[in-house]
């Protein structure tokens, strides 16, 4: 599967505040339809800092601190963690953004569909780190559309 990596500079920044939203009000409404998920990544320590819902995707126990990388890398199918391990080498290398989707277990351990989007970001001092979002790829619930039956 070829991985794609894409720059974030070359879209343009939709400004939430021209519509009348706040930063806070977008993140409330991308949370309320999915598990939405945040994390850093320090590259000086290899911590892996995650909010809940990261926990919720890959159906691991909720923990304060650094989560536990021996039980997330058991979490993601096999053959997709080289793509994921090549995504983070480049970001780190080249200071770009990348976006994988990969398959993960969830609490029922059945493979489903997450999106991983992150960016490199510099620090006063050190390595950098990476940051970003996952979310589940697919809705977790049916859902329906109607039509008004005329074909």
Do not use: W
Request: net charge negative.
């Amino acid at each position: 599967m070829p991985i794609r990596f894409d720059q974030l500079d070359h879209k343009q920044f939709q400004d939430c505040h021209q519509v009348g939203m706040t930063e806070s009000e977008v993140v409330e409404l991308a949370q309320a339809f999915r598990l939405y998920g945040f994390y850093r990544i320090d590259l000086d320590t290899g911590h892996f800092f995650a909010t809940p819902d990261v926990f919720r995707i890959f159906g691991m126990g909720i923990t304060d601190g650094p989560l536990n990388m021996v039980e997330f890398r058991s979490r993601i199918h096999p053959d997709d963690m080289p793509m994921l391990m090549e995504s983070f080498e480049r970001t780190c290398a080249e200071k770009q953004s990348y976006h994988n989707i990969y398959r993960a277990l969830n609490a029922d351990d059945q493979y489903k569909f997450v999106r991983t989007v992150g960016k490199f970001r510099a620090k006063a001092s050190g390595a950098g780190e990476i940051v970003g979002i996952t979310y589940e790829f697919f809705e977790r619930l049916r859902t329906a559309a109607f039509s008004d039956g005329e074909e």
